[in-house]
């Protein structure tokens, strides 16, 4: 009886865990398309993607012994049917709609668990290279989720819902007029005057990952396509709204005229801001091309760094940009 009776202790404990995250409307903001409907990536056996990053971290979250390395293997599969067994989902080993709604975690300042390091790998990978996968909950990344939340058209504050996770896991704006909405349209009409030029290939590709593809399918609210050789992805991003409204402001409050030689498309160092879509490369400004350092690629990168950038790259301080200048956000 005794052996009876701790048996089933156990097998309830293994199904004692955080309740599944229900959507929540108040998470999203007034920006934000009413009810939207949540979809989810499938992730399975011989995958190596940054998905997979989240999904492990959060397999372990559940407590399952899994490597968190990226690469969906036997020991992920056998942690996901795990997984799946205990919370009575399909048992077949791939993380898809139904095992990602049942994963995701609500969590929040003061945390401390995979399931954060899974948001802050997240938000390294796809927003800011700079934070630290801790696993702990502290003030950089609450103002890192509540920045990423109101880009997004999320309430800002900070606690990571089911909204959240699916923004940060998809990819994917939930504005109603797409990422950057009306700053792409104000800059692809400023194209269109030409008082900035937006590149139509990447340097001599042709496959639409170009600046003017880039900024017309951020105007659609369409992700940007990256481009598909050297260190680049070959993949697609949503363009940071920072990064539209200031070089929307980089011409209207600062009176440049300048031509984008690359948004998310052409190859950069592995793990640039290009491919999270928040920075852009200029190699002319007011009809001045840049060729070393000049009063001209000065005045530019104060204005980006006055405009908050985290990166501002140029002739004067970084001898891989002598002739463009590079400012991300």
């Known amino acids: 009886m005794w052996k009876i009776l701790l048996i089933s202790s156990l097998a309830t404990s293994c199904m004692v865990g955080d309740p599944p995250l229900e959507p929540d409307e108040a998470e999203l903001d007034l920006r934000a398309a009413a009810a939207p409907v949540l979809t989810w990536p499938v992730v399975r056996l011989g995958d190596s993607n940054r998905t997979v990053v989240t999904a492990q971290y959060l397999l372990r979250d559940a407590g399952l012994p899994v490597s968190v390395d990226g690469a969906f293997r036997t020991d992920t599969v056998a942690s996901a049917r795990s997984f799946q067994s205990m919370h009575d989902l399909p048992v077949d080993g791939v993380i898809g709609a139904t095992s990602w709604a049942r994963l995701v975690v609500q969590v929040s300042s003061g945390s401390s668990r995979a399931a954060v390091s899974a948001v802050q790998d997240l938000l390294k990978n796809r927003y800011d290279k700079s934070l630290d996968v801790s696993g702990v909950f502290g003030a950089t990344t609450v103002r890192l989720v509540s920045e990423f ?181």
């Open 149 to 329: 939340q109101t880009e997004r058209c999320l309430a800002a504050t900070g606690v990571v819902g089911l909204y959240t996770w699916n923004a940060l896991i998809v990819d994917r704006t939930y504005c109603s007029g797409g990422g950057g909405g009306s700053a792409a349209q104000r800059i692809l009409a400023a194209h269109n005057a030409g008082s900035i030029t937006l590149w139509d290939q990447t340097f001599g590709r042709f496959y639409g990952a170009d600046p003017l593809t880039n900024l017309r399918d951020a105007a659609a609210g369409r992700a940007a396509k990256t481009s598909c050789y050297g260190n680049a992805p070959c993949t697609t991003v949503t363009l940071s709204s920072r990064l539209l409204d200031n070089v929307d402001r980089l011409r209207t409050q600062y009176g440049f005229r300048f031509f984008v030689t690359a948004v998310a498309g052409a190859t950069h160092a592995a793990g640039s801001y290009h491919y999270a879509g928040r920075a852009i490369d200029v190699d002319e400004v007011n009809g001045v091309r840049i060729s070393g350092d000049s009063a001209t690629a000065r005045q530019w990168m104060a204005a980006c760094a006055a405009l908050g950038a985290v990166e501002v790259f140029g002739p004067n301080n970084d001898a891989a940009h002598q002739d463009h200048l590079h400012c991300a956000w």
